[in-house]
């Protein structure tokens, strides 16, 4: 329909407040606002499947979107979910939720654990090198035995920094977390005086990604951590 009725995007201005966020629910690729121009001259701004443009029907038959009707749905979902006092007093309860799935406090205590067996692990290689020094430790014995101290403490090692690793991005969602909230309860103030880069950055710090066709829209939020938030959102089928 656009390559027929449509000259080639140009080169416009406009910025696109879903770019790199929306996908196409087809083929799960990535969709970009274009902007095209009909034979009248007349401006048409869409979100279209890269996929399709790119490789046309072989890869998906693609999914285009009118950019203004669905900025605007995303938008009014945005403002509708930061005045939802069920939701916003819930904010507690979600953290709670969180800390319980991430086990935060038993990551803590194998840390503990690992660090309590490292020390005596480090303890019985210096009793053992010390034993060799004093002679008490044949030299056909030092190579296995030191070998296996030396094993024993690279995996407890491995271990911890595996551990550490994951409590760290714990840390690092949780506040991710927390902070989406904050811009989400936030959200609509001073909308009216954010130009269109600034409005991009607002939705972009609250919503990770969105899935969408001409039917439904799956919106996903920073703070959508295993299924304590999952707003599905639909949109009707909008007129291009």
Partial sequence: MLKSNY?????SKRTY???GIIKCKKCKGKMTGKTYKNKNGKDYKYY???????????VCSGVTLNANNIED????????LSENKTFLNDKEKMIDIFKNKSDL??????????ESEEKKTNRKLDLFLDKFENGLIEDEDYKPRYDK?????????????????????TDSIYNNYLTS???LLSFNENW????NEGKKLRIQSIVKKIIADKENIDIELYMDFNNVYRPHMRLSRAKN
Avoid: G, M, W
Wanted: hydrophobic residues 35%; glycine residues 0%; aromatic residues 10%.
């Fill in 48 to 58: 279209i499947c890269q996929n399709f443009i790119d490789k046309s029907k072989v």
């Fill in 17 to 19: 407040l879903l770019n």
């Fill in 192 to 195: 009216e005086h954010l130009n």
């Fill in 7 to 11: 000259q080639k995007p140009t080169k």
């Fill in 73 to 80: 749905f995303i938008i009014s979902k945005l403002f509708s």
């Fill in 181 to 183: 909230f904050e811009k």
């Fill in 149 to 169: 101290l030396k094993n024993e403490l690279s995996n407890i090692k491995l271990q911890k920094d595996k551990i550490a690793y994951i409590i760290n991005d």
């Fill in 105 to 114: 406090n038993k990551y803590q205590e194998d840390i503990k654990r690992y």
